[in-house]
């Protein structure tokens, strides 16, 4: 009669420790013959248990699995949760500790993904995208990775400051849509006919329009009037230009008759190019001035922001530091009273100081304007029309200045501006600027003069009560405008003293 030999089947290390995981609660409550516990994190498992091929053969090492949430080193398809939201699922490769637990392995190329500045951290900005990191805890501070190997799942927590995050109310541009081909004219009309009793009569009649067409990126405006009376009629065209928007800059690019924004110099009309940056194309939760919040939680924690009793913030944040730059201000000034409340019900309160002026920028956030053209004189005035180049900018340096300066220059005239605004905390906010120009006319008169500006607001809103000064001083007589120093035959000697 034929024997019949039992042949045993070979197991990987990934399903013996499979095994081993549904086994071992079972075991656990039995007899205690197959396992025993020496602690609450340790467990023994008698590898003479396992059924080999061959008498004799060398055990599997199952020492690893001796620890608590011990598994395999490898490669897993898991969930990654970062501060307690789903950002993705991918292959992640797991190495063990000296705990025997595994921790995850990331290229710089995922760090990215993720979210990370890695630019912006020195151990990181220096290598290749393709490189691996071990152990994230040791290169930001404040990280922690946990594998919930039961559910695939890789927690992981990243203090907020070391991650980008968009601002509230931000649109990807990718996501703008320039809108449908269209032709549109606005207009009014008005007329009169007046007939009096000598038999005399007086027609008058008036037109606005202001005209448009839109195709793709591409906008073409026209501002034109007609006006008629008993004597004559004329139609005159206050500006026409060309127009689109530059995504990647978040800028305007103009062609065309337009007018300076007047910023930096006093504003005046111009036929030609003009590239300045545009804050519609900004979340509204990043136009204007507001200071940028930092801090730490020690925990998860809940950070709320109130100006003048109201709360313009609320939002939870991972243990570790912080910053928060997308507040919505409820006035120009008006302390900010911050307050951290952790996860065990503490609380940590602290004041940002807060006021501002019109001209203030948040950290780190540029405004700029460069034009170039040929000055274009008022419909009725004698002036002359030379060819110009403006170029201005205005830098938020911190919580606490902005900085703003600019040039401008043509045959016969040239200035430069500099200034500086800042906080005062309670006290307000202050900015102080100089201008210089060099002015030559055509009857060969060459002037040079300065202009002091002085600027300060303080909002009281107690009394629901704004103050706003501006004090303007000139140290002579030798300071022209652009728009003053390009009229012809300016009589100097009737200048208003300034």
């Known amino acids: 009669m034929p024997q019949r030999h039992h042949q045993?089947?070979?197991r990987t290390p990934k399903q013996l420790a499979l095994i081993i995981k549904r086994c071992l609660p079972m075991v656990l409550t039995g007899s205690g013959m197959l396992c025993t516990t020496a602690n609450a994190?340790?467990?023994?498992?008698?590898?003479?248990m396992l059924e080999t091929t061959k008498s004799g053969m060398q055990t599997t090492d199952?020492?690893?699995f001796s620890k608590k949430y011990a598994q395999l080193p490898g490669t897993y398809q898991v969930d990654i949760w970062l501060n307690k939201k789903k950002v993705s699922q991918k292959k992640i490769t797991f190495t063990a500790n000296a705990e025997q637990l595994l921790q995850p392995q990331f290229t710089v190329e995922q760090l990215r993904e993720l979210g990370i500045k890695v630019d912006e951290i020195p151990a990181l900005a220096e290598k290749d995208d393709d490189s691996v990191i071990n152990s994230l805890e040791q290169i930001i501070p404040g990280t922690a990775a946990e594998f919930d190997f039961n559910h695939q799942r890789l927690n992981l927590s990243i203090p907020q400051i070391a991650l980008y995050r968009d601002a509230r109310g931000y649109v990807s541009p990718s996501r703008w849509d320039d809108g449908i081909p269209t032709l549109f004219t606005n207009y009014s009309f008005t007329g009169s006919d007046n007939r009096y009793r000598q038999g005399n009569r007086s027609q008058r009649q008036y037109l606005n329009m202001q005209n448009g067409a839109n195709f793709g990126p591409w906008r073409l405006r026209n501002y034109s009037t007609w006006t008629r009376n008993d004597q004559a009629s004329s139609w005159n065209t206050i500006s026409s230009y060309l127009q689109r928007d530059i995504k990647a800059l978040k800028s305007?690019?103009?062609?065309?008759?337009?007018?300076t924004s007047g910023s930096i110099f006093s504003s005046y009309t111009f036929t030609g190019v003009q590239l300045a940056s545009d804050d519609n194309m900004l979340p509204n939760s990043q136009r204007g001035f507001a200071p940028t919040v930092r801090g730490i939680a020690n925990s998860s924690a809940i950070v709320t922001i109130r100006q003048n009793g109201y709360v313009i913030y609320q939002s939870n944040v991972p243990a570790g530091a912080f910053e928060i730059n997308d507040l919505y201000p409820s006035s120009n000034s008006g302390d900010l009273e911050v307050t951290i409340e952790e996860s065990d019900g503490t609380q940590r309160r602290f004041i940002q100081p807060y006021s501002s002026l019109p001209m203030m920028q948040r950290p780190g956030h540029l405004k700029y304007s460069a034009t170039a053209g040929?000055?274009?004189?008022?419909?009725?005035s004698d002036s002359k029309e030379p060819e110009f180049a403006e170029a201005t900018a205005i830098y938020g340096l911190n919580n606490t200045f902005t900085l703003y300066g600019g040039l401008l220059g043509s045959e016969d005239y040239?200035?430069?501006?500099?200034?500086?605004g800042g906080t005062l905390g309670a006290l307000g906010a202050l900015s102080m600027d100089i201008n210089r120009a060099d002015t030559q006319f055509d009857n060969q008169h060459s002037f040079h003069g300065y202009q002091w500006r002085t600027q300060y607001i303080k909002d009281i809103p107690e009394t629901n009560t704004n103050i706003a000064v501006s004090y303007y001083r000139y140290t002579n007589d030798g300071y022209f405008s652009f728009n003053e120093a390009n009229t012809r035959n300016w009589n100097y000697n009737s200048r208003p003293k300034k």
Do not use: C, M, T, V
Not at 41 to 48: A, M, Q, R
Not at 374 to 380: G, L, V
Not at 414 to 420: E, F, Q, S, V
């Open 8 to 10: 045993g089947h070979k």
């Open 41 to 48: 994190e340790e467990y023994y498992f008698d590898p003479i």
């Open 62 to 64: 199952l020492s690893r």
């Open 252 to 259: 305007q690019l103009l062609l065309g008759e337009s007018a």
């Open 374 to 380: 040929r000055y274009r004189a008022d419909a009725n």
């Open 414 to 420: 040239y200035a430069l501006g500099i200034g500086i």
